[in-house]
């Protein structure tokens, strides 16, 4: 039995505008955490971790966050991902007042 | 005011053009971001959660209305349209892009402002009392020397890889409005048989393991005083401990030493570099004294504030809350809040910045300076012109009355834009003034001061507030830890743990019920929430908090 592997997804900053990005399926970067690739495999998971890392002249920061899958594509686990979809509380700045499906 | 000389110009746009080099060789990919992060924060460039945030510092927190225009101006051109004031006299900007930053050095560079030393391990922006200049009850203004140190430790090529960052603060009088003992150095300017000198306090600091300073000397000449502090920096950066960062700073070197020990190291150090400073120092100090010269006061008849006082209550309660005294005669020293309740701790908008320079430019002999308390100060009005000054503050929600209550609260940006942050500050601080201001308590409370921090690197100073709180993540959810009878001033104290942690959702009630609990045991109006901690100790307060027949009785209420 493989043991239990919570879902991820590839999470960054913009290279220039320092935003958070997400990898998607076919390798690129989106705004929208629905968007991105939700991954459900360990060794799979590490590996794209890798391939993203590689691209330091887009990205920077590049980790692993736990996801879940929702109704309209992947969504934040804990609370500190649920802000960098959205943006800040006290301003509507960030995501929140660019995108439309947050 | 301090002008940059020709030096000081040449040194920031060569740093400034450098950058700008480095900027475009990381968009380019020649430099990979391991290569250009220690660049980018030797700048003052961070990232945070959202996007990038170049930390801006406010030398002793010391600004003409000049600069705090071009402040203004950054925040339309290359941001959201405000800036954040931080508990470090700096400004914050949350939103720049990569490729804006060096315009943005370069429009900071204009009016002698920079961000060099504002990340990193080296000797951070120089903080003050921010009434220095005007306060009455000063022995000497603390700026010129903070200048001092600003030249001394700025590219110190000894000190440019310390064992971690190094925070020095400076207060001029013996009420510490500048935090000294939470400082790895505070300097405190004393007199002594008619001399002026410095008692130097070292190894404060908040943070994971919270010191208050101890008192390494208390007499150190003016002559004596650059090489003193470079042989304490010097002691430490040999000694300090580079193996573990939670053990790196001052603090612990002198926890793990002992206060005599380091003092025995420092005079060795001292005596040993001392013959290498020739007095240059000196000359330098006087220069600068002169550039801190008091504006020349006017003398002039009072009656308009006397009438406004009389005749305008809503006047009245701002200048009896945010006035402070002025050395001066006729003088005043205006506070101007920040913390309008429900607002963000610590923002302006850049019509804000532009209103508050208009008016130091005006009735303010152009200074104005910004508090670790996140609040900006017209250091020098004449009280003749307070009516104006507070109708103009008013007409752009700046005249909130409300310095030193319990809305007028520290809280660091927390998980909204800190990328280290394990819970949010901003929205509690929100709350709690909100909720005061609906309640109409807080003149009725008086003095109190809260402070959030939403991590334990304790940017928000919550170790020394009266209430202080710390926002954590206790398994994935928002837990907010509060700690009772801290203080920040020249009788500075870690606050006590009053037990476990709250939910977001439970920590405004929380503090309602300590703040009842204050009100119901203090012996009268005139004991502060700090004494009535001090007297009655921590038991009511964990009743109330922890005991549900008492936590109940006061939901009933
Ligand atoms: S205390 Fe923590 S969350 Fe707050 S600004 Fe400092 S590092 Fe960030």
Known sequence: ?102 | MYDYTEFDAAFVAERNRQFRQQVERRLSGALTEDEFKPLRLMNGLYLQLHAYMLRVAIPYGTLNSRQMRQLAYLALRWDKGYGHFTTRQNIQYNWPKLRDVPDMLDALAEVGMHAIQTSGNTIRNVTADHFAGAAADEIADPRPVAELIRQWSTDHPEFQFLPRKFKIAVTGAAADRAVTRAHDIGLQIVRRDGQTGYRVIVGGGLGRTPMIGKVLNDFVTQDDLLPYLEAVVSVWNLLGRRDNKYKSRIKITVHEHGIDDIRARVEDRFNLIRPTFTGVDLALFEQIKSAFAPPAFRTDSTAVFDTSYRTDPIFRSWADTNLAAHRAPGYAIVQISLKAHGATPGDATAEQMRVMADLAERYGHDELRISHEQNVILPHVHKSDLPTVHAALKKHGLATANIGLISDIIACPGMDYCALATARSIPIAQDIARRFDDLKLEHEIGELKIKISGCINACGHHHVGHIGILGLDRAGVENYQITLGGDHTETASLGDRTGPGFSADEILPAIERIVRTYLDYRDSPDETFLQTYRRIGMEPFKTALYDNAGANAYAAQ
């Open chain 1, 1 to 102: 039995m493989p043991r239990d592997f919570t879902p991820k997804v590839v999470t960054a900053n913009a290279l220039i505008e320092g935003d958070v990005v997400y990898l998607t399926r076919d390798d690129q970067w989106t705004r929208h955490m629905s968007e991105a690739e939700l991954i459900t495999d360990e060794a799979e998971s590490q590996l794209r971790l890798l391939m993203a890392q590689a691209q330091t002249e887009t990205v920077v920061g590049v980790y692993l966050a736990e996801a879940k899958a929702g109704a309209n594509g992947p969504e934040p686990v804990h609370f500190r991902e649920a802000f960098r979809r959205t943006g800040p509380s006290n301003y509507r700045h960030g995501k929140q007042a660019e995108l439309t499906d947050v």
